[in-house]
């Protein structure tokens, strides 16, 4: 009740600011204003209304970011004595827990190193090593010392931060806080899910003069937006959205709400660089398979509409164009004398929005995610608290589900400038997986992080993505088709006249990625058919097949190993690229860059290491493969401990006499099958050649490649639980990245490669 009144009071305070009159201006004056070790900068001169901002060499910060002058010619806040620019710290990291920091010492500062170990029988996760940044940061990513015994993986603690909860079973929570008055950026409190996931986003600690870099910004934030770009559905009306060779349904899937501040606090200079920054980010988007439904506005005292998503449902609809110029074409001046920030309602606009297109068709409303994206100072000096419609749009896109569709909402805050109070802008946004506060300098910042998303889009396609359906969409060909857009049927013709069918993987739009027993000895390119239907054509012509160099099924012969497959995994290189689609999409290959976007691993110096360290990290990993007619199978991959006896029963396959299970299953082998912890699906005829893939957030990366098992159990049918030894062994793609990177990772070949990390 306090908080809604001293809302109210701010509203009455202006109003009779106004009602007043109009008061003379007085210039303030230039006293006391210097900083030492560095110099400001003035808006306006000593007029009314300039702002004076304070700039410091990289290293150092100013501990008054600005001052406003007001009115009456004097400056807020008040200048004193004495102003010297300060040396940037990072957060105390010595929260680290299970392990030791060194040096272990009072402050850290710009370009001080940490290292982290981790005491005897605990294992370390995240950065062995850290690099305190210019602008507050550490380097990597957060160090983790555990067992990891747990249902979740301990989730860490953050520099800076203090956290209660030590237990990590399903339903578990813990809370952080953050000392030293730092700023706690992330979810405060998550919560262990069944799925062996956290909620929310990791936390982090931040000094009140900390900034977001753009290449930060454009790592994380385009990550995130990249998962919100889910194919449209399309029908027989398709639109072909200008300059794009992208059909393209009317409506979509996706509402985008941007909302830019032009209060009087935003000089003219930095809204003309946010109606820039929105059109990058539209031409950005535009890259993707959706056409989203947009809605602009301009927000000062008042709501200003540049495109009104409703016309996105009527014969008035807008095309790409249209919304450029519209944007083109607002003038600052157009925004009228408003002076105030009434961020409240922007917001209350939003839910209205909603809340009619809701009433209008609540099926499709249902299935339709939004993403609100405000452009601010952050200084909300009037209208309704923003938190009430914050709140109320939350509830109203989750209903009493809130964990099932928490993926429906994202709501992004880019505090801009130098009075930003990220204390009040991480109120405003959604607790989901990603950071949603970003704070940049200056609007020339976020440009650039803009120009850095649009470049990386255009090098970096997005792997792994796939439709989802509901259970009544399931038995439908074509849906299930679009829910595995990479699956592609090989069938090869052998010299003897017998023919084999396998099933792989596209990995780029030039590449299939198989098993390597699926040919023989003379087999020639005219005799490999690959079906892979991307709209223009299904069957693929190929240039060649190349298998691992190191694929020998004899080599073992003379050791009780009548067939050897280490391996067993080769390459379809296509005579011309397949039209990448909604029904036509590459899988993502681990240890690529392409890859760590839809892991959402957003730190430029990931390696592949990490990538292993998430998704083969517990002793059971969730995984699937597919038949041939693209029934889904569910495998724990055995990892650990538990690997030993998955490995063992290799000795029960047919002609082995091999006592060592090590060496018929080496070390480049994931294991499935099995009836502990739970009964797994087997691999049968024609499934050879698969990928064996995790789903993480609703992203598809594969881990393997399906080669071999103990028995075939199937007996025709292409569906069959496993008996207790019945296991299937696939080709670990972590350990054959020499070959691929050397067919996938080309640069010179003529055709777009993947990006591998180190």
């Known amino acids: 009740m306090a908080q809604t009144s001293g809302w109210a009071l701010l509203t009455v305070v202006a109003v009779s600011s106004f009602a007043s009159g109009a008061l003379s201006k007085k210039d303030c004056s230039d006293t006391l204003l210097k900083i030492r070790n560095g110099h400001y900068t003035l808006s306006k001169g000593f007029e009314a209304g300039s702002l004076l901002a304070y700039h410091c060499e990289p290293g150092y910060y100013p501990p008054v970011k600005s001052r406003r002058c007001m009115s ?23 929260g680290f827990e299970q392990g030791s920091v060194s040096p272990f010492q009072g402050r850290y500062y710009v370009n001080d190193t940490t290292t982290y170990e981790c005491f005897s029988d605990y294992k370390l996760y995240g950065s062995s090593t850290r690099v305190c940044k210019a602008n507050g940061k550490w380097s990597g990513s957060t160090p983790i010392c555990s067992r990891n015994t747990d249902h979740c993986p301990d989730p860490g603690i953050p520099a800076g931060a203090r956290r209660t909860g030590h237990i990590f079973n399903i339903g578990d929570k813990v809370t952080y806080r953050c000392e030293d008055k730092l700023i706690l950026i992330g979810s405060e409190e998550r919560t262990c899910k069944e799925g062996g996931e956290w909620t929310g986003h990791e936390p982090e600690c931040h000094f009140d003069y900390t900034f977001d870099t753009p290449e930060e910004v454009a790592e994380v934030f385009g990550s995130s937006l990249q998962n919100n770009l889910k194919t449209a559905e399309q029908n027989e009306d398709l639109n072909q959205q200008e300059g794009k060779m992208i059909r393209m349904a009317k409506g979509g899937n996706l509402n985008i709400y941007i909302a830019i501040d032009a209060s009087d606090s935003i000089e003219e200079e930095q809204f003309k660089m946010s109606i820039e920054v929105t059109k990058n980010l539209i031409d950005k988007i535009s890259y993707y398979e959706v056409t989203p439904n947009y809605d602009i506005v301009i927000f000062a005292t008042n709501v200003t509409t540049i495109v009104d998503i409703h016309q996105s449902f009527s014969e008035h609809q807008k095309s790409l164009a249209d919304i450029m110029n519209d944007l083109d074409n607002f003038n600052f001046v157009d925004k ?16 209205e929005r909603m809340s009619l297109m809701k009433t209008r068709n609540a099926t499709k409303f249902r299935d339709t995610s939004h993403v609100i994206i405000m452009f601010t100072d952050g200084e909300a000096n009037m209208g309704p608290d923003p938190k009430r419609p914050v709140k109320q749009i939350k509830e109203f896109v989750y209903g009493n589900k809130k964990e099932e569709r928490i993926d429906k909402l994202d709501i992004y805050m880019f505090g801009v400038g130098l009075e930003v109070d990220k204390h009040v802008l991480k109120e405003y946004v959604t607790d989901n997986a990603g950071q949603h506060v ?15 998303m649009i470049d990386e889009s255009t090098s970096v396609g997005l792997c792994g993505l796939h439709r989802d359906y509901t259970y009544d969409d399931r038995e439908k060909e074509s849906s299930i088709k679009l829910k595995h857009p990479w699956l592609a049927t090989i069938s090869v013709r052998h010299e003897s006249g017998n023919p084999s069918s396998c099933v792989g993987s596209l990995v780029t739009p030039r590449f299939i990625l198989t098993a390597a027993h699926c040919f023989k000895f003379g087999d020639t390119s005219n005799s490999i058919t690959v079906t892979l239907d991307d709209g223009e054509s299904k069957v693929r012509r190929v240039e060649k097949y190349i298998p691992h160099p190191n694929y020998n099924t004899t080599l073992k012969k003379k050791n009780g190993i009548p067939e050897f497959y280490d391996f067993d995994v080769a390459l379809i290189q296509l005579k011309k690229d397949v039209r990448i689609s909604n029904k036509a999409r590459p899988i993502c290959i681990p240890c690529t860059k392409e890859a760590s976007g839809a892991l959402r691993l957003s730190d430029p110096n990931v390696k592949c290491k990490d990538h292993e360290k998430l998704l083969l990290n517990k002793e059971y990993e969730d995984a699937h493969m597919l038949s041939p007619k693209r029934e889904m199978k569910h495998v724990k991959i055995k990892l650990g401990a538990s690997r030993d006896a998955c490995i ?3 000795k029960k396959a047919k002609g082995i006499t091999a006592e060592n299970a090590k060496e018929i299953v080496t070390e480049n082998f994931l294991c499935t099958g099995g009836i502990a912890p739970v009964t797994d699906d087997v691999a049968c005829k024609g499934d050879s050649g698969g990928a064996l ?32 030894h019945t ?32």
């Open 693 to 724: 893939f995790t789903e993480n957030h609703r992203r598809t990366v594969q881990v393997g490649v399906v080669s071999w098992g103990v028995e075939d159990i199937c007996l025709g049918e292409t569906r069959k639980n496993s008996r207790e």
């Open 727 to 758: 296991r299937d062994y696939h080709i670990n793609l972590f350990k054959v990245q020499p070959f691929l990177r050397k067919y996938l990772g080309n640069a010179t070949a003529g055709y777009a490669p993947l990006t591998f990390l180190d």
């Open 648 to 650: 063992e029963d290799a």
């Open 438 to 452: 970003f704070v940049m300098e200056d609007m020339e910042k976020l440009h650039e992080t803009f120009e850095a």
């Open 336 to 351: 009228g004398n408003d002076a105030g920030t009434n961020i409240g309602a922007v917001l209350v606009r939003i839910y």
């Open 72 to 94: 009456t010619g004097s400056w807020r806040p008040k200048p004193e004595r004495g102003l010297a620019c300060k040396k940037v710290r990072c957060p105390d990291p010595s």
